[in-house]
């Protein structure tokens, strides 16, 4: 910032707001057009074309509306709090340990995902030991992973 | 041998040998700067694990509540659906008052009192506005709509159908036409105004199953008041640093620090920290 001249700098405020702005538009749009469906249409047990051509559609909805708001993150942290200016050492100590996260997200959203799949699974074997009383004994037959959830 | 390393730091050459041996800030940025960073650094992990836990229980629901119902209410208009207008227009307020931010900076670089006073003054009105926004949209969930951090009435159909009774809970009449819902939909259960009991009114899905609308994922009301509640006590902070740090330049303190008025740099630092966070925070509760 040091190297830009003063006004060179007010301009660069208004193309800020004007950026961010247009994509939290672009991004309110796009999530009213696709009516929150994001999540709950993953995962389904018997998949159609159609429903296949859904879920892609869904994916990529969810990666650009990801992707649009790390620009605006990287929009603020770059040219509203100056990292960039920032020597190197500086820059790379603040952002390295943020790479951690990568990490967190996958492995707690695979977590969450496992306990969807336990729930769904107990629900289901409940359903089933109602519906039929003459097979009460099934539990059973559970296998082990099955046996740990219910304890 | 001092004289050197000031000259190589004037020259900006920070991979010189001697640039950690002692007398040279090696950052190029004061203990306070520095600081202030490596204090967003750790609050951005605190969000983080909020978001991620969000994230997590989330994934763990086959169903969840639609943004674009839960969040559908405008001021002075209570009949008025608005999906996400209002959400839109906080958003707004808060990068206006990250770019007045930034104008105050700019002002500071300069040492123009004036100039930061005012730029700082607009940025705080900026946030003082997002927290009314807020807390009218609290407000609106807690009052209006009776979603508390153990009871959420939002949640989705998972299969098309149709209901079996009117919005009031009472069976169709003969000859009305009953309201279909799609697979996805939102909805949210209604209180009887009187009774103050809940309205679940009964439906029939496409494949024949009968039941009555339940209530969503448990976890959603907690997240949403704790994680909005968190970044909402962020803002009234900065507000209140935001305001010393305005009286303290409208006074005169900085203009003797003769150092470009860092104070007002540091405390903007944390400004548009609150901001980004906003970013992650409307992406995952207003927007997927």
Same mark, same amino acid.
């Given at each position: ?151 | 041998?001092? @004289? ?25 940025? @004061? ?54 207008? /209002? ?9 206006? @008052? ?41 407000? #609106? ?9 153990? #009871? ?54 496409? @494949? ?17 008041? /704790? ?13 209140? /640093? ?47």
């Amino acid at each position: 910032m040091g190297h830009l001249s003063y006004e060179e700098q007010k301009k660069l405020v208004i193309k800020g707001l004007k950026i961010l702005g247009a994509i939290t538009i672009i991004e309110v749009l796009l999530a009213l057009l696709f009516n929150g469906h994001i999540i709950s249409s993953f995962h389904k047990d018997h998949m159609s074309d159609s429903q296949m051509v859904t879920m892609a559609l869904v994916g990529i909805y969810g990666l650009v509306m990801i992707s649009l708001s790390l620009y605006k993150a990287r929009f603020i942290v770059y040219n509203f709090m100056h990292l960039g200016s920032e020597v190197s050492g500086l820059r790379w100590s603040v952002l390295m340990p943020m790479l951690l996260l990568v990490w967190a997200i996958i492995a707690f959203f695979q977590e969450g995902n496992s306990w969807k799949k336990s729930r769904e699974k107990i629900k289901k074997m409940n359903t089933e030991q109602i519906d039929s009383p003459q097979h009460s004994s099934s539990y059973l037959e559970y296998d082990e992973e099955t046996s740990k959830i219910l304890i | 041998m001092s @004289s050197e390393a000031t000259a190589v730091h004037a020259h900006g050459h920070d991979t010189d040998e001697h640039l950690w041996d002692g007398g040279t800030p090696p950052f190029k940025a @004061s203990y306070g700067k520095l600081m202030m960073w490596y204090f967003l650094l750790t609050d951005a992990f605190t969000f983080a694990g909020f978001l991620i836990a969000y994230g997590a229980l989330r994934f763990s629901s086959p169903i969840w509540p639609v943004p674009d119902v839960v969040f559908e209410k405008i001021p002075f208009f209570p009949e008025v659906k608005a999906p996400l207008v /209002f959400v839109t227009f906080m958003t707004f307020v808060l990068i206006a @008052s990250s770019v007045t931010m930034v104008r105050a900076v700019q002002e500071g670089q300069r040492e123009n009192k004036n100039g930061v006073v005012f730029w700082m003054f607009l940025t705080i009105l900026g946030g003082a506005t997002f927290l009314s926004c807020q807390a009218w949209e609290w407000k #609106t969930l807690i009052v209006d709509e009776h979603t508390t951090i153990h #009871t959420n009435p939002f949640s989705a159909h998972t299969e098309a159908g149709h209901f079996l009774e009117d919005a009031h809970g009472h069976p169709y009449e003969a000859g009305a036409t009953a309201e279909t819902f799609r697979e996805g939909d939102g909805y949210l259960i209604h209180q009887d105004h009187e009774t103050g009991e809940w309205i679940q009114r009964a439906y029939e899905t496409e @494949s024949g199953t009968k039941g009555r609308l339940q209530f969503g994922p448990k976890a959603f009301g907690a997240l949403f008041f /704790f994680i909005t509640g968190f970044h909402g006590f962020h803002v009234f902070s900065g507000v209140c /640093f935001l305001l010393i740090i305005m009286l303290n330049a409208a006074s005169g303190t900085y203009v003797k620090r003769k150092n470009g008025y860092e104070m007002v740099e540091k405390i903007g630092l944390y400004w548009h920290f609150v901001d980004l966070v906003w970013v992650f925070v409307f992406l995952v509760f207003y927007l997927l």
